[in-house]
């Protein structure tokens, strides 16, 4: 009996291995990836790696390029009346969903109004805000009037992905998500929470006839397990390689790319809660006391960029070239804590993460330590992500606390700014001078008097130092030599349309 | 064995409503959870409109109420990541759960009772230093280490076995091994340990002088006298196996509850969690109490008790 048992045991194993997916087709491009979208409708999932996945199968209005730049998608051409309120949309002809249907006017409507729609419960409402009505004008053309004079509403709206009316209508949002359907290079084919999301090359789209045939996106959120299955060759591309595993993958013959994301790295010292803080010269002493550029160095293996003395990189709009960072002065650190009553320093708490950001732990103990050279005893209290999040959205993080603010998808620094106002539920910085500035620059419709606006916030951003600057992150993607033209983009995802696998 | 069934009954009932109370009081021991449900970039209008909506804006004891009647009716509520019945979403990867949990109980009772039972007959001997050696590691081991390692190996070495993933039984070996490893190595030495002391009683000597084999008296006779104590702690390890199922379904890419636990919690999916919990220890509380009743049936002087 046992002996049946045990044969049994050890055919299906046999037969299982033989089964899984090591050798799976040549025009299948599998990517290991820590999530995939909680839900397949791309109203629901904010995060980084959603999108990535999203953006294979929808479209967009436009797109933000590598340098913060607009450019056109499903939107042929766009531009703003004299009224500063009414925008002019003329839509990409010839485009059609996977299912057949058209995109025209009326499907742009439908898909603003949803995602401003309460009870659909999007994400990304909050990105449809300055919205006061759409109007179908013809086939192909609509306007948006906003509230307010709104000059990042494009950018605004780059998150929002396009899906055909009719079908919506037909199926519901239930049917949706179990079967959506989008304009891109890729439809869907199949999807499992916890596992992977599938999707197979489009007939047709606008944006070309994908190289590959079908491109799965594996589920694998242990980072460790990621990179094993590069190197079992279970995938073709790991997205996130920890840094350690750079140079052994490189050994074997494996391919390691690095971006610098459109995320920055900073430390929030919250002024508006009763502490030394409120003082702009103990901020400032802050940024003085750490090394960045050492943790960088050295924490990082260099795998960062040093944020300079604002919160985005030079990719993207609002940077300001004139700025930069505080340079490394423990000396000059401990000068304006002395001026400022605290010559001794003092103590004050201190919110860090675990495994939310990478080398997290690492960075923030090399952050207290600095401080402490200067007089600052910086209590480090670690709080788990879910909490983290919680707790920074009630405004009850801190005094000081680590943060990753991400730029992207529209690689302006606007994205970032809105928590640093007044009346931001966060309650991080009360300045009328900032609040001023923010109102102003995102009202201005010129994108040149928009700059100097920005330049000018960026200016008094950082001399108010609501922050210590850190870095920026660098995204490490592993790949097969096979995996050609795959081009990894600042904010963290690729278009796989363009990637081919060589033999 | 009937009124042991009801007691058990009971007992779960208790457990259900004691674990809906624990999951209720922490959610709230940080005060309001609507930080858990609201978007990052919140407006403190929207904050309202929110807290309205989930009623926490209600006295807290008809919050409670209203929670329990929920849990009652088996209504948890509506993932937020998902868009799904919370309950439905938990059902649907329990079963990979048990599936993973069971192959690691099994995995630690075919291993760990032989070897305990070989290690307590050869006592002192090299198979008895090299068991115990092994417990020893199996205990202090970290699920996450161990199941790194056997991905190293047997994985990406050697080619044997898939790295992570569900599609086949062949993907259930390594982490059921790196599952069982604490249990199994906890189950070996307590039988060790029960069987030293069944070894030295009369009976074993009579059968072993009236000429039966040294294999029939060990698993025949000595052994169901070991069993019962070793059968309660594979049931407590029900427990402990189901926690460590979270770490394992992580490092494996094993689509199963712990798994959408700690999504949820990354995610801020209260729902999510607060089924998932509730769910876990109800599974934990079943498992204990079928180990009762197994026990039961074992050793009849339990039931008449």
């Known amino acids: ?503 | 064995m009937a009124r042991v069934a009801l007691r058990r009954a009971v007992d779960l009932l208790v457990a259900i409503v004691g674990v809906a109370t624990i999951v209720f009081v922490m959610l709230r021991l940080s005060g309001d959870p609507i930080g858990l449900i609201a978007p990052l970039d919140v407006t403190a209008e929207e904050l309202e409109s929110l807290r309205r909506a989930f009623g926490f804006d209600r006295p807290i004891w008809e919050q409670y109420l209203a929670f329990l009647w929920q849990v009652a009716h088996g209504d948890l509520g509506q993932s937020l990541q998902f868009r799904r019945s919370s309950v439905g979403l938990v059902l649907e990867t329990l079963p990979m759960t048990l599936v993973l949990t069971a192959a690691a109980m099994f995995l630690s009772a075919a291993i760990g009772i032989p070897a305990g039972t070989v290690a307590a007959f050869w006592r002192g001997r090299v198979a008895d230093r090299a068991i115990m050696t092994g417990t020893l590691l199996g205990q202090s081991i970290p699920y996450f280490w161990l199941g790194i390692m056997l991905i190293m190996f047997f994985a990406v070495r050697a080619r044997w076995l898939p790295t992570s993933g569900s599609e086949s039984l062949a993907h259930l070996v390594l982490p059921a091994i790196t599952l069982s490893a604490t249990s199994m190595a906890r189950t070996a030495r307590l039988v060790r340990a029960e069987m030293l002391g069944v070894l030295q009683q009369d009976f074993v000597r009579t059968a072993l002088s009236k000429g039966l084999s040294t294999r029939a008296m060990l698993f025949r006779h000595a052994l169901r006298n070991a069993m019962l104590p070793a059968l309660t702690t594979l049931g407590l390890d029900a427990g402990v196996l189901l926690g460590g199922a979270v770490v394992t379904e992580t490092i494996f890419a094993w689509p199963g509850l712990g798994r959408l636990i700690v999504q949820a919690i990354l995610l801020r999916d209260y729902p999510v969690v607060q089924a998932g919990v509730l769910y876990l220890s109800v599974t934990f509380v079943v498992a204990n109490a079928l180990v009762d009743l197994l026990y039961a049936a074992l050793d009849p002087r339990i039931s008449r008790g």
Request: glycine letters at 6%; a positive charge.
């Open chain 1, 1 to 503: 009996m046992l002996r049946v048992l045990w044969t049994a045991v050890v055919l299906v194993l046999a037969l299982g291995s033989l089964a899984h997916p090591g050798a799976a087709q040549e025009r299948t491009l599998r990517i290991g990836v820590g999530l995939i979208p909680s839900n397949p409708d791309p109203a629901f999932d904010t995060q980084s790696l959603a999108l990535f996945a999203y953006s294979q199968m929808f479209d967009t209005l436009v797109v933000a390029d590598d340098r913060g730049e607009l450019r056109p998608a499903l939107l042929e051409s766009w531009r703003v009346r004299d009224d500063k309120l009414t925008w002019e949309f003329t839509l990409r002809r010839g485009v059609r969903f996977h299912n057949g249907e058209e995109w025209d006017a009326a499907a742009l409507k439908f898909n603003l109004e949803r995602i401003a729609d309460p009870k659909v419960k999007s994400h990304w409402r909050n990105r449809t805000f300055a919205i006061a009505r759409v109007e179908v004008m013809d086939k192909h053309r609509a306007l948006v009037v906003t509230q307010r004079p709104w000059a990042v509403l494009l950018k605004d709206l780059l998150v929002i992905s396009m899906i055909p009316p009719k079908y919506y209508a037909q199926v519901g949002p239930g049917g949706f998500s179990r079967a959506p359907v989008g304009t891109g290079p890729f439809k869907f084919d199949s999807y499992d929470k916890l596992a992977h999301i599938t999707f197979t090359a489009a007939d047709r789209s606008w944006r070309g006839k994908p190289s590959v045939g079908k491109v799965v996106f594996r589920r694998l959120p242990e980072a460790a397990t990621r990179v094993a299955a590069l190197e079992a060759d279970e995938i073709d591309v790991a997205v996130d390689v920890p840094v350690e595993d750079v140079r052994r993958l490189q050994a074997r013959g494996l391919r390691a790319k690095a971006v610098d994301l459109a995320q920055s790295q900073i430390f929030i010292l919250r002024s508006t809660v009763d502490s030394p803080l409120k003082d702009v010269r103990v901020r400032q002493a802050m940024n003085y006391a750490i090394d960045k550029e050492g943790i960088v160095q050295n924490l990082l293996q260099g795998y960062g960029r040093l944020l300079q003395g604002q919160l985005v990189g030079p990719e993207a709009f609002g940077f300001n070239p004139a700025l930069k960072p505080y340079p490394y002065d423990p000396e000059r650190a401990r000068k304006l804590l002395a001026e400022a009553g605290y010559p001794n320093g003092f103590e004050i708490r201190l919110h860090g993460t675990q495994g939310r950001y990478p080398k997290d732990t690492e960075f923030q103990e090399a952050v207290v330590a600095q401080l402490e050279k200067v007089g600052i005893r910086a209590m480090l209290e670690i709080v788990d992500s879910g909490v983290f999040i919680s707790q920074f959205a009630a405004g009850r993080l801190g005094p000081v606390f680590v943060f990753g603010q991400q730029y992207f998808p529209s690689i302006d620094v606007n994205q970032v700014l809105p928590m640093y106002r007044t009346g931001a539920p966060q309650k991080l910085l009360a300045s009328k001078e900032f609040d001023d500035l923010y109102q102003a620059q995102a009202s201005e419709m010129d994108a040149r008097a928009r700059l100097v606006l920005l330049h000018k916030l960026g200016h008094v951003f950082r001399d108010t130092a609501p922050v210590v600057f850190m870095h920026q992150l660098r995204l490490i993607f592993g790949s097969h030599a096979r995996v050609k033209d795959f081009e990894p983009r600042v904010t963290g995802s690729a278009d796989l349309s363009k990637v081919s696998l060589a033999p």
